[in-house]
C-alpha cells in the first residue's frame, strides 16, 4: 500500500518591528502530498509564490525552494524504498521552506529529465522523469 502525504500552504502575516511596520509571510507549509508510485510531490501554493527546483550531485538530490513560506506543523523526514529514497522538509532560512528529495544512488538526472508544473488551484507538482 504506498503512502501518500499532502502539502498545502495557508497565508499568514508576521508583524516584525515596531509601529506600522510590516512583514508579510506569504504562506505556511501545512502539510505534502508524495506518491512514491509516481514518484510525484505535490504542493499547494498561495497564487503569486513560485517555487524553483535545482539538482545536486554527490549524494544525487532534487531541492526545491519555497519562496516567502514557512514550515508549519509537518512530518519534516519521510523514507522509501523507490528511486526517491528520502524526502525532507526544513527552514532553509527565513522566508525560505526548502524539501530536499534525496535519490537512490543509482539515479542520475539532469535538469531537462525534472518537471515542475503548475495546475489548476496552483498546484504545483515535481515529477523527477525517471525510468
Known sequence: M?????????GAIAIIGSGMELKAIAARLTNWRFDPALNQLEITLDEGT???????????????????????????QQSYSGP???IRVSQFEAGITRIVLDLAPEVVLSPQQVQLQ?????????RPLIA
Open 118 to 126: 503548475v495546475e489548476p488551484g496552483n498546484r504545483w507538482v515535481l
Open 2 to 10: 504506498s503512502r501518500l502525504k499532502t502539502l498545502s500552504l495557508v
Open 84 to 86: 526517491i529514497r528520502q
Open 50 to 76: 513560485t517555487p524553483r527546483y535545482f539538482l545536486l550531485a554527490q549524494p544525487s538530490r532534487i531541492v526545491l525552494d519555497l519562496p516567502n513560506t514557512q514550515v508549519g506543523m509537518v512530518e519534516t
